[in-house]
């Protein structure tokens, strides 16, 4: 690794500024290195996604993943530090994005961690509301909330990540919004959805979802691990008991109306016999979050002055988001080319170069290349790593099937230590109110 790292962004702007580590998370979009930014001293996690023009689906998501992250800027948020400049505007395959590096996720958490107190629950479920409530007053929908997709800190620091099935709502649709290519994780999809690629939708379905990744905390155990729609209604009516015939009416999809018409009345089960050993006031917010029909669920909003977050933040002081402009989303709805989402990537990757990005604006940088671009170096250093197991440890495989972006390092390179070594554990003591900065 030596050499390679010596040359390691020799050239134009980046140079030298990140030392690279090693490889910690690999899949079908590419790799995760750890790296220090020598600018700032801080880790960093460099994640080069490969061939992201070959299919335009992939490209759309990875613009729009890289765009949402530029402009909901929040604590609670996984934020984009840098993107590398590609040596010829016209001609990139692969891009290489820095992120603040995050030492696991929240099901490596809840999998690791059988002792967590009461105050981390607390503490993890006003991090995901406080998130929601700037993402959802932005007109944003998340739609693929689960525990690999918030990424989690020692200190007990959450930060939701994975845009690439989100969604943007603005103000000339209805608040209820049709689209047809829903396809987040089963597990926590809310009722409204199941059964249905095609359906009408609310921010609720959001709320939902972490109402069963809260669940997920208490217990250690996903809440509807569904194996099918058919199964993931029965699990949800077993809890919750079967929903009224109005709730049903409202239901789109056929079938699943039908079936739930036709299921035997269930009546629904006591949360405190369910979750013995949880808070009540925490059962209490979850009975709300996980309302069957999406209009008796609170907003993130309500949910945050909810009586269980007493003493630990202040709903009015945590920020909103102004609502996101439809000019920065009209390629969602027009038929673009990839040529028209290369051009779009690399305005975006512009962003991270203000100088570079006046010329463009300008009209004075040139047409096919800027400058000497340090990713040939950093295309080399990736390929050593690789070559050489990522610092000599086995590289384990990325589970995730899609070139989405901002899980940057949930997959190890090693094990996560056993339990009895302390780096594995959340701490016991709950960051003070300091941390809601």
């Known amino acids: 690794q030596g050499s390679s790292e010596m040359d390691f962004f020799s050239e134009y702007g980046d140079a030298n500024r990140y030392k690279i580590q090693e490889v910690i998370g690999k899949g079908s ?8 930014d020598q600018h700032t001293g801080d880790k960093v996690a460099i994640k080069k996604i490969h061939n992201i023009f070959e299919h335009l689906s992939d490209a759309a998501r990875i613009l729009r993943e890289i765009k949402l992250l530029r402009l909901l800027r929040h604590p609670d948020i996984v934020e984009i530090r840098h993107i590398m400049l590609p040596p010829s505007r016209r001609d990139f395959k692969d891009i290489y994005v820095v992120f603040e590096l995050m030492d696991t996720d929240l099901h490596q958490v809840i999998k ?4 967590l ?7 993890f479920l006003y991090q995901m509301l406080r998130a929601l409530k700037y993402i959802h007053t932005a007109n ?19 930060k939701i990540c994975d845009f690439g099935l989100a969604r943007v709502a603005f103000n ?10 829903y396809v987040a994780t089963r597990w926590y999809r809310a009722p409204e959805l199941c059964g249905s690629f095609f359906t009408k939708y609310s921010p609720a379905i959001d709320i939902w979802s972490i109402g069963c990744i809260f669940a997920e905390i208490l217990t250690g155990k996903p809440l509807f691990p569904g194996k099918n729609v058919v199964h993931q209604l029965d699990l949800m009516t077993d809890l919750l008991g079967t929903p009224s015939l109005d709730t049903v009416s409202r239901i789109r999809n056929e079938k699943a109306r039908r079936y739930l018409s036709s299921m035997r009345k269930k009546q629904p089960v006591c949360f405190s016999e369910r979750f013995p050993k949880a808070d009540p006031a925490a059962l209490k917010l979850m009975q709300r979050l996980l309302a069957f029909d999406p209009k008796d669920r609170p907003t993130a909003e309500e949910a945050l002055a909810d009586p269980y977050f007493k003493g630990l933040g202040k709903v009015e002081r945590e920020p909103s988001c102004q609502p996101i402009s439809k000019f920065e989303f009209e390629f969602e709805r027009k038929k673009v080319t990839k040529e028209d989402v290369k051009e779009l990537i690399f305005r975006e990757i512009l962003e991270y170069h203000p100088q570079l990005l006046k010329d463009y604006m300008n009209g004075t940088e040139k047409t096919n290349f800027l400058y000497p671009s340090a990713v040939d170096n950093f295309r080399r250093q990736f390929a050593n790593l690789e070559e050489n197991g990522g610092k000599g440890g086995a590289i384990v495989p990325s589970d995730r099937k899609h070139v989405s972006l901002p899980r940057t390092t949930t997959v190890h390179s090693t094990p996560i230590p056993p339990k009895d070594q302390k ?7 709950i960051p003070t109110g300091s941390s809601f900065s």
């Open 29 to 36: 979009y590419g790799v995760v290195c750890s790296a220090i």
């Open 112 to 115: 690791a961690n059988d002792d």
């Open 117 to 123: 107190t009461k105050e981390h629950h607390q503490f």
């Open 140 to 158: 944003v929908y998340h739609r693929d909330l689960k525990p690999k997709n918030i990424l989690a800190n020692a200190n007990c620091k959450l």
């Open 172 to 181: 000339d649709t209805p608040t209820t919004v049709f689209w047809t290519d």
């Open 423 to 429: 780096s594995s554990q959340v701490p016991q003591r």
